[in-house]
T-cell receptor
Framework: AQSVTQLGSHVSVSEGALVLLRCNYS??????LFWYVQYPNQGLQLLLK????ATLVKGINGFEAEFKKSETSFHLTKPSAHMSDAAEYFC????????????WGLGTSLAVNP | DADVTQTPRNRITKTGKRIMLECSQT?????MYWYRQDPGLGLRLIYY???????NKGEISDGYSVSRQAQAKFSLSLESAIPNQTALYFC????????????FGQGTRLTVV
C-alpha cells in the first residue's frame, strides 16, 4: 500500500539557517508529490508539487523540493529560514487516475528561533 | 472571496446534539472532501465526493454523514456528537486526476463538551 512518512514531527531552526523537512513515500507506481503548509489558524495551502516534469521543483516563499526516485524521497528545503516560516508542513502523494486521492504524511511542525 | 468557505468557524456543542458543518466552493470542481485534523495524527479523510451523485466513505466515517447538495456544496453532519469528535475539520476541493491541487477551507474548530 502507498504511504508517506515525514521524519521528525517537530523541527526547530534558527532564523537564517537552512530548513530541511524530510518526506519519503512508498509506491509501486510513479507518484505525484505535494508539499502543503498550514499557518496557525488557517487552512492548508499548496507550497509546491512534483508531477513528473523537472525533478527540482520551486515553490512559493523560497521553498523547493527535489524528487529522488532512487531514494523515494521528496525533501523540502529553504536556504534561509524566516520567522514567518513557522508553520505545520504536510507532505502528500497521489497517483494517476481519476479515483486517486491524496495520501498524507502526519506533518512536521517547524519552529524558527530568533 | 475565499475559494472554499466553511461555516461555522468555531462551534461548541453538547454531547448527543446533532450538528452540521457546511462547505461551499467557487472553484467549479466536482471533487470535494471532508477531513479531520487532530494533533499528531495529521489529516484523516472522513468522506469524499467525486460528483453530486457520488459519495464515498473515507478512513474514519463512523459517526459522520454527508450531503452533497450541489456541485458547490458539501455538508458534514454529526448525528449525535461525542467528545472524541472534538477536532479541527477541513473541507477541500480538487479537480480530477492525481496531479491536481487541493484547495482547503479555513477549517471549523469543533468542541464537544
Amino acid at each position: 500500500a502507498q504511504s508517506v512518512t515525514q521524519l521528525g514531527s517537530h523541527v526547530s531552526v534558527s532564523e537564517g539557517a537552512l530548513v530541511l523537512l524530510r518526506c519519503n513515500y512508498s509506491s509501486s507506481v510513479p507518484p505525484y508529490l505535494f508539499w502543503y503548509v498550514q499557518y496557525p489558524n488557517q487552512g492548508l495551502q499548496l507550497l509546491l508539487k512534483y508531477t513528473s516534469a523537472a525533478t527540482l521543483v520551486k515553490g512559493i516563499n523560497g521553498f523547493e523540493a527535489e524528487f529522488k526516485k532512487s531514494e523515494t524521497s521528496f525533501h523540502l528545503t529553504k536556504p534561509s529560514a524566516h520567522m514567518s516560516d513557522a508553520a505545520e508542513y504536510f507532505c502528500a502523494v497521489s497517483y494517476a487516475g481519476n479515483n486517486r486521492k491524496l495520501i498524507w504524511g502526519l506533518g512536521t511542525s517547524l519552529a524558527v528561533n530568533p | 472571496d475565499a475559494d472554499v468557505t466553511q461555516t461555522p468557524r468555531n462551534r461548541i456543542t453538547k454531547t448527543g446534539k446533532r450538528i452540521m458543518l457546511e462547505c461551499s466552493q467557487t472553484k467549479g470542481h466536482d471533487r470535494m472532501y471532508w477531513y479531520r485534523q487532530d494533533p499528531g495524527l495529521g489529516l484523516r479523510l472522513i468522506y469524499y465526493s467525486f460528483d453530486v451523485k457520488d459519495i464515498n466513505k473515507g478512513e474514519i466515517s463512523d459517526g459522520y454523514s454527508v450531503s452533497r447538495q450541489a456541485q458547490a456544496k458539501f455538508s458534514l453532519s454529526l448525528e449525535s456528537a461525542i467528545p472524541n469528535q472534538t477536532a479541527l475539520y477541513f473541507c477541500a476541493t480538487s479537480g480530477e486526476g492525481g496531479n491536481t491541487e487541493a484547495f482547503f477551507g479555513q477549517g471549523t474548530r469543533l468542541t464537544v463538551v
